[in-house]
C-alpha cells in the first residue's frame, strides 16, 4: 500500500484566503521542480500564478500527492473553454527525493480519468530540461530540437505513451550588456518611414482593441505549432479586454509596444512583456508578432528594443528577460540571438491520444 494520499485541493479564492497555505506550499513545489529541471530559477511567484487559477475561459483542476501532511507531488488538469477544443493540458511535477515511489504514476492515472470522463481526444503536456545536457537524444518529427533521454520528465512522459511533438527553447537576455540606444537607432533606419511604435502599460487603449483582437487572432494561427491543436477562437475587443483584467490580476504590469503602419493607420505588429513589481525579479517576455505582410522591414527587432528601452525608463533595475520561442522560428530566434539571448533551457511539448 502506498504511504502517500493524492485529493483534489481547492485554489484560495484571494490572496490569504481560506487554503492559502497550502496553496504556497504547492507552488513552492512547482517552482522547485522547474528550478531542478530548467537549472534556472522561476520567475513567477504565488501571488503572480494565483489569477491564471480562476481564468474561467482556461479552468483548471488541481490534485496533491501527501505524505505526513507535506505535499510532495502535484498534477494539473485545464481546458480551453473558447475554442471548445477537445484537448486538455496537463502537467505532474514531483519532488526530485519522492520519485520512484508511484507517486507520479498515482497523480497521473487522477487526470487521465479525468480526461476520459470528459471523453477529451488528446492530453498536452510539457517537460523541461537545461540547455547544457548531454548523451542520447529523442527529436520530434519536425526535426528542430532535441531533448535528452536521460531527463526523468522525457522517462516519464515516453513510458505513458506520450509523442514528442515539438521542442521549444527557453533563452535569457542580460539588459546590462545590451546597448538599448544604439541598437535601437539601427532598427528604425531599417524600418524606414512608414511606420511608427505606440507604447502603453497595462489595459490596452479603447481605440486599439479592435486591431489588437486581429493581431492576437494571427499569434494563435501564424506561430510555428507543428501538428498541435491550436486554440482556433478568434480575438474580439471583449476577450482583449478579457486577458487585460486577468492580467492586471497580478501584481505585475504588461508592457506592450504596437507596430503602427502610418498610411493605414492599422497596428501591424506587437510585443509583451510581463513585469513584475520586484525590480530585482526577471521580465517574462510575452508574444512578439509581426503580420506577414509587413515582414522584411525590421519591426520584430524595433518592437523588442522599443519595449525594452520602454521598461528601462518606467520600471528600471530588472535584470533580465527570458523568452520562448519554437525551435523551428529561426527567423525569430534570430533575432533573439542578435539582441543577446542565450538558451537557458529546452521545453518538450507532448502529446498523447486517448
Sequence with gaps: MPNFTVEESTIPAAVGADGWDEYVEMIALRNAVVLEASGTPSAWTAEDLLPSWHNVNMPSRLFVARRDGHIIGRSTYM???????????????????????????????????????????????????????????????????????????????????????????????????LNVDVALAAAARKAGSEYRVVLWVGRTPDHL???????????????????????????????????????????????????????????????GLWVPDESSAVVDQQDTLVVSEHRGHGLGMLLKLTNIRQLGEVAPGHPSIRTMNAEENWPMIAINEALGFRPVSYSAVWTLKL
Design 79 to 177: 481546458t480551453d473553454v473558447l475554442s471548445q477544443s477537445a484537448q486538455a493540458f496537463v502537467a505532474v511535477q514531483v519532488l526530485p527525493d519522492e520519485r520512484g515511489k508511484g507517486v507520479g504514476s498515482e497523480l497521473f492515472e487522477r487526470i487521465r480519468e479525468l480526461a476520459e470522463q470528459e471523453q477529451r481526444s488528446t492530453l498536452r503536456a510539457d517537460t523541461e530540461a537545461p540547455a547544457n545536457f548531454s548523451g542520447a537524444v529523442i527529436a520530434p518529427a519536425n526535426g528542430f530540437g532535441r531533448m535528452p533521454l536521460a531527463d526523468p520528465g522525457v522517462r516519464f512522459a515516453l513510458a505513458r505513451g506520450f509523442t514528442l511533438a515539438q521542442v521549444e527553447r527557453q533563452s535569457t537576455l542580460t539588459l546590462e550588456e
Design 209 to 271: 482593441l479592435s486591431d489588437m483582437g486581429a493581431l492576437r487572432s494571427k499569434m494563435q494561427t501564424d506561430a510555428p505549432h507543428a501538428d498541435l491543436e491550436i486554440d482556433d477562437a478568434p480575438w474580439d475587443e471583449d476577450r482583449v479586454r478579457e486577458e487585460d483584467d486577468f492580467s492586471h490580476a497580478a501584481p505585475r504590469r504588461t508592457f506592450t509596444a504596437a507596430a503602427e503602419h502610418i498610411p493605414s493607420g492599422r497596428l501591424v505588429g506587437y510585443n
